[in-house]
């Protein structure tokens, strides 16, 4: 049989062709705030016709660079990229892709700034200077000064795909940039992968310390932006939400109206990324005013309220910051004239109403001297919510260390009983007012907890047993939570509660019950701590459905729980697909009457 020819490399002319001719088009993909699933960007994405010679956009760009002439086909892609973002919404920003050997060209901030003159309505604060990567190359001179001569001209930079490849710590450290772009490799699956969600926290962690933004790229299923809105992070975009498309396409409301719907089928869905106080509960109502307000009429505004103790400061949809009572009343006289906008503190803090005591009181201690009085802003979209002062947050976390463990379980970091308590509170409230809360209403419950666990920690140490029970949380998220949008607790020890919409906790818990067992044949049941035998481990499974049409307080469900549990030993009657009884069990409550109070 002959070899199937290969297309030759594509040539320096044709190159020169499409670069010359500007045979280049634009697609655009937006991205949401996660806040409140309004399309606040776009990045613009370069598209080649097949007829040129070129299969892709990266066959494109990896010509250029083999020919040196990225500097000449980017200047065709910015160009056609400006120009289409002339007439957005002022508030929307444009995602601009540059390699970093342009970016760090002398001649990029003038080609920057002349190409943005030539289209009327964009203007430096709404382009983000996104730098992408051809090559493991790191050492570009002059890229950190580039940064900030670009940075000091109203652009912002940000790092594509950051933690792959060469967009990593140290080009990170040298670019220090304004959004981070996590590469599409930690969403791929992210909804089952725990190592991938302690590596997105650690982003968030330090994206919230160092006043960054975070986009999850790449996302191309609903559970896996249920699970970046989990985590805490503000910006998505990808297929799910929406595929690239024309300037037209993408700003026509209909197109628009879809992606919302999109993230509106999980934003209901979410649970919040923190169970303790956050700062929605804190916050107190503050004065917003306009940065081209005069200082002369902003003092004016503080002076008729003597409860303000100073005003935030909104630049249209960006918050440019903080200005106190006591300066802004001190400049009146001398700088009446000036815009409040030139008065603000840099460096102001902005938080989700989401953001947990601990994680404000980190930024806190990032506020130096001078500025450590002013308060945290509090932001949904580009909505201000409200501020926090620093000694509120002490209040609350002398508060919560009071509280202590009883929000979340320490073994798996899993909601614990009190907050259990608030959701089936929440769930029985809900069943006495139908169709008020949607897909929120859960009509089911379920108890698992492990049979012989006492035993195995007695044969194999506390150390192990806390692991089967960590390993045993993940596997009820993979299976149980994720696929059906379930809450779970863990209540202590080997046991677990779990809530679900109508008839959709059964087939996930037999689904889990396969699952467990099939791990279980890989656990010891001997060789441990003395030579103490452990008999194999199963599941028990209480299953309830309906119950919180039958109950009247979360003490009532418990009460139902033990009654189950005491049936348990002579009701176990779940048998696997092929006929034969498993190891874990299944005990479904039926009954439709209400509790009978003891005595």
């Given at each position: ?177 304004t959004w981070i772009k996590l590469d599409r490799e930690f969403v791929r699956g992210i909804d089952t992968d725990r190592y991938k969600q302690n590596l ?263 150390e192990l047993g806390d692991r089967l029970i960590r390993s045993l949380s993940d596997l009820i998220n993979s299976t149980v939570v994720s696929p059906i ?115």
């Amino acid at each position: 049989m002959g070899q199937t020819p290969t297309n030759p490399a594509p040539s320096r002319e044709q190159l020169l062709g499409v670069i010359s001719s500007r045979r280049v088009s634009v697609a655009f993909q937006p991205i949401l705030d996660l806040n409140d699933g309004m399309i606040v960007a776009y990045e613009a994405l370069t598209r080649i016709d097949a007829a040129t010679g070129f299969a892709n956009p990266a066959q494109l760009f990896e010509a250029a660079a083999k020919h040196g002439l990225l500097w000449e086909l980017e200047a065709v892609t910015r160009a056609a990229s400006i120009e289409a973002a002339a007439s957005w919404p002022s508030d929307t920003r444009l995602f601009l892709n540059t390699t970093p050997s342009v970016f760090a060209d002398a001649r990029f901030p003038g080609a920057l700034r002349e190409s943005i003159g030539r289209a009327s309505g964009v203007l430096p604060q709404r382009v983000v200077l996104e730098i992408t990567e051809l090559s493991d190359e790191q050492d570009f001179p002059g890229l950190a000064e580039q940064v900030r001569r670009l940075r000091d001209m109203g652009f912002d930079a940000a790092i594509d795909d950051a933690g792959a490849g060469a967009s990593g710590l140290n080009r990170m450290m040298i670019i220090r940039p304004t959004w981070i772009k996590l590469d599409r490799e930690f969403v791929r699956g992210i909804d089952t992968d725990r190592y991938k969600q302690n590596l997105v926290r650690f982003f968030v962690h330090f994206a919230r310390l160092s006043g960054v933004s975070v986009i999850a790229e790449g996302v191309e299923h609903k559970s896996e932006l249920a699970m970046v809105i989990d985590l805490g992070v503000r910006y998505a975009q990808g297929f799910y939400l929406g595929h690239p498309g024309s300037r037209e396409q993408t700003t026509d409301p209909r197109f628009v109206s879809t992606v919302r719907g999109r993230w509106a089928e999980v934003d209901a869905e979410a649970a919040p990324a923190n169970d303790s106080a956050t700062l929605a509960k804190l916050c107190r109502p503050v004065l917003t005013l306009d940065a081209d307000l005069t200082v002369a009429h902003a003092a004016a505004a503080l002076r008729a309220d003597e409860t303000l103790a100073g005003a935030v400061v909104r630049d249209g949809r960006r918050i440019g910051g903080w200005v106190s009572r006591q300066s802004l009343l001190d400049r009146a006289g001398e700088t009446a004239g000036v815009r409040i906008g030139d008065s603000v503190t840099e460096g102001t803090y902005q938080l989700p109403p989401s953001a947990s005591v601990q994680e404000a009181l980190e930024l806190a201690c990032l506020l130096d001297e001078d500025t450590i009085a002013d308060p945290l802003i509090v932001t949904s979209g580009a909505s201000v919510i409200g501020i926090v002062r620093v000694r509120d947050l002490l209040r609350a976390a002398a508060r919560e260390g009071r509280l202590g463990q009883s929000w979340r379980a320490p073994v798996t970091g899993l909601p614990a009983r009190t907050r259990a308590d608030q959701q089936v509170a929440a769930m029985i409230r809900m069943a006495r007012e139908p169709g008020t809360a949607g897909d929120a209403a859960h009509s089911d419950a379920a108890f698992v907890d492990l049979r012989a666990f006492a035993s195995y920690n007695a044969a194999f140490g506390y150390e192990l047993g806390d692991r089967l029970i960590r390993s045993l949380s993940d596997l009820i998220n993979s299976t149980v939570v994720s696929p059906i949008g379930a809450f779970v607790a863990h209540l202590g020890e080997d046991r677990f509660l779990l809530t679900g919409a109508a008839g959709k906790l059964g087939p996930r818990l037999a689904a889990l019950m396969d699952a467990f067992d099939q791990q279980a044949t890989l656990l010891p049941t001997s060789g441990g701590l003395g030579g103490v035998p452990c008999p194999p481990m199963s599941l028990r499974v209480l299953l309830l459905p309906g119950v919180f049409t039958r109950i009247a307080q979360p003490r009532d469900l418990y009460r139902r729980e033990q009654q189950l549990r005491a049936a348990s030993g002579s009701r176990s009657h779940r048998t696997s697909a092929q006929g034969g009884a498993t190891g874990s069990t299944m005990v479904t409550d039926w009954r439709r009457d209400g509790l009978r109070r003891a005595g």
